[in-house]
């Protein structure tokens, strides 16, 4: 009777295996997989061939294609918007006037790298190479310079961009997004977008009685850690910038905080701003005027 009693439990035992055996093989096709010696189960489509062939892979690539197509047309519609705003605002706020910095003294000396193709994604996007600033901040510049006519006798202020277009912003921003340089340049989607594009915001360089620009390290727009000022110690240790390079920064940043009580950022060396930016976001709005509408005037020789 023993042994009968355990032939039955081995046959009840091995039905419910084959049961239960069964019951995963249909509920594993029903989820369309399938067993593998080397790990178990795994899904069909991991091991069936790819449908379709190169139908498939032209449906696919029209689909991105239509995708990207219409990310560009939200951005486009973005940017206009802005673009309007800016306008709206330039119409209606509060601005100051701007006026011509290269008017205001004979010693000035502009390099505008947005007027021409030598700048960092190689492209004009100005129509004149001029210098263009809100009143309040073009005094400023004055004073930097009287501040090196008092301690560095002969040296000059050199230009490279003042007043920024809001809409040039964009083909700037179009140039580098998605790329390491993106980090150096403002995005115009933001709030604030460009402090270059409130007229409180100046890039320059120190120049020589002669015109000669100084060395500073880096050429300007140089997008890399080498022209930030918060790592000029550690280079000047390093050796990778020289004495005479660090303290050529040193009175440009002395002129113009000192001198012309403008505002120095971290990670360039050429990039003064009338305020922080919060501060200028809530003064003045964002400027998208053509430099065609500042009056030029022809500078008065103040040379000494």
Request: glycine residues 6%; proline residues 5%.
């Amino acid at each position: 009777m023993k042994r009968q009693a355990k032939v039955r439990s081995r046959e009840i035992i091995a039905a419910r295996i084959t049961l239960t055996t069964a019951t995963i093989v249909m509920i594993t096709a029903a989820l369309g997989l399938a067993p593998d010696d080397r790990r178990g189960w795994t899904a069909r489509a991991a091991i069936a061939k790819p449908a379709g062939g190169p139908e498939a892979s032209a449906t696919s690539n029209s689909k991105r294609a239509t995708r990207d197509s219409k990310r560009a047309t939200r951005d486009s519609k973005r940017a206009t918007r802005d673009s309007k705003r800016a306008r709206r605002d330039s119409k209606h706020g509060k601005s100051e006037p701007l006026v011509d910095v290269g008017s205001l003294d004979a010693r000035f000396i502009l390099d505008i790298r947005y007027a021409t193709t030598d700048n960092f994604f190689n492209q004009k996007v100005y129509d004149a190479p001029r210098c263009i600033l809100l009143t309040s901040v073009a005094e400023r510049m004055l004073t930097a310079q009287q501040w090196l006519d008092r301690h560095h006798p002969g040296l000059r202020l050199m230009f490279k961009d003042c007043y920024r277009p809001n809409h040039v912003q964009f083909v700037m921003w179009k140039a580098v997004e998605g790329t390491a340089k993106a980090r150096y340049v403002a995005n115009p989607h933001t709030k604030t977008g460009s402090i270059h594009s409130y007229g409180a915001a100046v890039d320059l360089t120190l120049a020589d009685r002669e015109g000669q620009e100084l060395d500073m390290g880096t050429p300007y727009d140089f997008l890399g850690r080498l022209a930030e000022p918060r790592h000029e110690a550690g280079y000047l240790a390093d050796g990778k910038l020289t004495a005479a390079q660090v303290e050529h920064r040193r009175i440009l940043r002395r002129a113009m905080v000192e001198g012309g009580g403008m505002h120095t950022i971290p990670n360039e060396w050429w990039h003064f701003n009338a305020a922080p930016a919060k501060v200028i976001r809530a003064r003045y709005p964002r400027l998208d005027v053509a430099f065609s509408s500042v009056p030029t005037k022809v500078p008065e020789t103040t040379a000494r």
